[in-house]
């Protein structure tokens, strides 16, 4: 099991997010999570990835047999927790290189192997940068410093596949991409299923979904899953959209069933 | 979030230790007769004692400055002992093996090794405890291009016909409260001279340290760098950690003859009291320098210690086509004070000047950048460029931004640009996400904020500078 949680409940400024949250991904699992704004989807990436002032009330979290809930936010990185951001920050003056070499070695010490030397790591860079579509220049200059919405996306790509984590989270990482990027993106995902590596693919839109194939779908609201499915419920959504999820539990549950 | 960042900020200073170094220190107090004796002590010409009491006259009748963005409980002068040597200076060792081995020992453990062999290739170093250089490094080298490199009070003897050309020259003895009392009772520090057309062959420092209690430094410093010659220099401090205030009032004078160059890096790291304001220097220093025809002066700072410190290091461009660059980070934390920027005075035509200023307020702490841009009526076709930053870590700390532009010229022309911006949250969390912890996240994104500064520092140093805002900002996390 990569990933087991347990009713989780967690909390933003004294307000309940997540209500009870259970979610259970396997090794070289894609998980699809969707749902209408406001449900929580967000919450649960910074929730899983420890950020400060996301507050756990009650529930388990097993990550890879750590206990998740227990850990510093740089440990549950370097157990292989790697989260895509929405809005990627910028980090005047830190290139993205220094920065993503600082990182990689240090999950890589982490896991009891060698740092890559200057050059090693050059050459991989280059090779991932490439990969994602964005000019070497990038690698210069600094971290997301004067990107474009796209390539701040892209940027993460990177720095994912550079990362080599276990479990990637991807926080609506579709949001504000036209089609060219969004392909880049999804071929970038879909480069690093290996089998082994798990994905939790956080999305409002069904069309991410057309480019990573999901193994389940999840529809969360208002901080549960209320259904569960393969990839023909996204289909489903993308037709009747989250309005029916307003008509009561009795549709919800009966589709959970799947 | 604060608290955390509060004891990432929160460190240990390094540099704090004491060595136990018999010494000869005046009493403390002040008046003609500690002159005098100074003076003498130093076997002084007559013109420089009466140059010391023309400057000490003076300076009973200023009063000390109070518009600076700082607070401090008055200083009484009379409580300051203004002489302290180390007694095995008394007879001046000829080479390092007469060198009383604790002193040395002392400089190595602050990563400064006297000994040639084992210094840095091509870095020259003018040592100098409390009130006496100590030791001054690769002279003999020096002195095959033409370069002196030595004492102030040595010059004084040696070359009295360039110091009394020159010293006074930039900073008069009457320009400022605290440039006329260390002209008063200055007791050490380094004299530089590059010979015409001369390119000087390495590096020279110099590394200030203060040991004894209750002692003020007020070293001076000379450069003058005659037509076409180039020098780089850097200054280092450090001092042990007290609970008294110290106060430590230089001058530096900088002179750059027709198309000479000098570079002036200095990396303070005064200790700078304990998180609750206790002990730490009060740093108040005058430097300025002065351009003649299409020659050029930078100043490069990195402050980092000092509980107090009030610093302007100017430019004055004489010259047609003189270029004037200033670039400093400064750093505060715990109840650090720092009012801190430039002045860059445009006479000559054409002239140049280049400012960048990165101030990082952390903890309690409180740092303001003060700089005066003055276009004078000859300065025809002068520009300047002004950008200055304010980093803040927390939220108790304050920045602020003092700039004054005067000018009497209307093809000159003056920009400025300032931002604010916040150590984010959101920026934390990224690199604690990607697996860094939060003192390595903390100083890369400064170290990111300051990297215009850094490069323009000598690569040795652009190093040590990176590391010591790395320990700056290192804390008891964990």
Known sequence: MMLTIKDLQASVEDKTILKGLNLTVNAGEVHAIMGPNGAGKSTLGYVLSGREGYEVEQGKVDFDGHDLLDMEVDERAQAGLFLAFQYPVE???????????????????????????????????????????????????????????????????????????????????????????????????????????????????????????????????????????????????????????????????????? | MSDQLDQAIARKYDAGFVSDIESDTFPIGLDESVIERISAMKNEPEWMLEWRLQAFRSWLKM?????????????????????????????????????????????????????????????????????????????????????????????????????????????????????????????????????????????????????????GQFERTLIVADEGSYVSYLEGCTAPQRDENQLHAAVVELVALDDAEIKYSTVQNWYPGDENGKGGIYNFVTKRGVCEKNAKISWTQVETGSAITWKYPSCILRGDNSVGEFYSVALTRGRQQADTGTKMIHLGKNTKSTIISKGISAGNSSNAYRGLVKMGPGADGARNFTECDSLLIGDKCAAHTFPYIESSNPSAIVEHEATTSKVSDDQLFLCQQRGLDEEKAISMIVNGFCKEVFKELPMEFAVEAGKLLEISLEGSVG
């Open chain 1, 91 to 258: 980090i005047p003056g830190v290139s993205n290189m220094e920065f993503m070499k600082e990182s990689v070695n240090t999950v890589r010490k982490a896991r009891g192997e060698e740092p890559y030397t200057a050059a090693e790591f050059l050459k991989i860079a280059k090779a991932a940068s490439q990969q994602v579509n964005l000019p070497l220049d990038f690698l210069k200059r600094g971290v997301n410093e004067g990107f474009s919405g796209g390539e701040k996306k892209r940027n993460e790509i990177m720095q994912m596949i550079l990362l080599e984590p276990k479990l990637c989270i991807l926080d609506e990482s579709d949001s504000g991409l036209d089609i060219d990027a969004l392909k880049v993106v999804a071929d970038g995902v879909n480069s690093q299923r290996d089998g082994k590596r798990s994905f939790i693919v956080v999305t409002h839109y069904q069309r991410l979904l057309d480019f990573i194939e999901p193994d389940f779908v999840h529809i969360l609201a208002d901080g549960k899953i209320v259904k569960s499915g393969g990839p023909e419920l996204a289909k489903e959504v993308e037709a009747s959209g989250y309005a029916w999820l307003d008509n009561g539990d009795a549709t919800a549950t009966q589709g959970a069933t799947a």
């Open chain 2, 63 to 215: 009063k000390e400055p109070d518009w600076a963005h700082l607070g401090y409980d008055p200083i009484d002068y009379q409580s300051i002992s203004y002489y302290s040597a180390p007694k095995s200076m008394k007879d001046k060792p000829k080479s390092l093996d007469e060198v009383d081995p604790e002193l040395l020992r002392t400089y190595e453990k602050l990563g400064i090794p006297l000994h040639e062999q084992e210094m840095l290739a091509g870095v020259a170093v003018d040592a100098v405890f409390d009130s006496v250089s100590v030791v001054t490094t690769f002279r003999e080298k020096l002195e095959e291009a033409g370069v002196i490199f030595c004492p102030i009070s040595e010059a004084i003897q040696k070359y009295p016909e360039l110091v009394k050309k020159y010293i006074g020259s930039v900073v008069p003895k009457t320009d400022n409260f605290f440039a006329a009392l260390n002209c008063a009772v200055f007791t050490d520090g380094s004299f530089v001279y590059i010979p015409k057309g001369v390119r000087c062959p390495m590096e020279l420092s110099t590394y200030f340290r203060i040991n004894e209690l209750n002692t």
